[in-house]
């Protein structure tokens, strides 16, 4: 893990949400230096990771994707990555805004909850990086240590 914390944004559309998100999804059980390595060409392979068009690749797309080597070529990863799209379309249609949606469920294990259960591979470390990135309430870490970690 890189020393100190990730850098923070102000996510300025849904495609940036979707960005963030996937970074998570593929530092999942991986090397940050891997993911960082390939992060450039993995944006550029997912179109800078514009929402409309991620959410519309189809089977193809996919298979494009797991054999294109200057991504990380995991299959469920990838999968999770158009899932999570498909997904926060539909709940920043459901919500009125993706933010909505993120601040809707009261505080951090309810909102850990919620992402857990509503997008793929995104476990608890992966969804206190994603929060903390795109600005959201997090507890601290030190406490999510001790509370999720153990899990």
């Known amino acids: 893990m890189p020393a100190g914390p990730p850098q923070q944004i102000t996510p300025q559309s849904l495609n940036d949400y979707l960005e963030v998100m996937s970074k998570s999804v593929f530092q999942s059980g991986m090397s ?87 997008f793929k591979y995104m476990g608890p470390s992966g969804i206190y990086v994603f929060l903390y990135v795109i600005g959201e309430d997090v507890i601290p870490h030190e406490q999510f240590e001790e509370e999720y970690r153990k899990k």
């Open 32 to 118: 940050w230096k891997v993911v960082e390595a390939k992060w450039p060409s993995t944006k550029e392979a997912f179109h800078g990771f514009d929402i409309e068009t991620v959410a519309n690749f189809h089977e193809k797309d996919l298979d494009d994707l797991t054999n294109d080597k200057r991504v990380i070529r995991h299959y469920r990863k990838l999968s999770a990555v158009i899932a999570n799209a498909k997904k926060i379309l539909e709940l920043d249609g459901e919500f009125g805004s993706f933010q909505k949606y993120l601040r809707a469920h009261g505080d951090f294990d309810a909102t850990l909850k919620a992402i857990r259960k509503d």
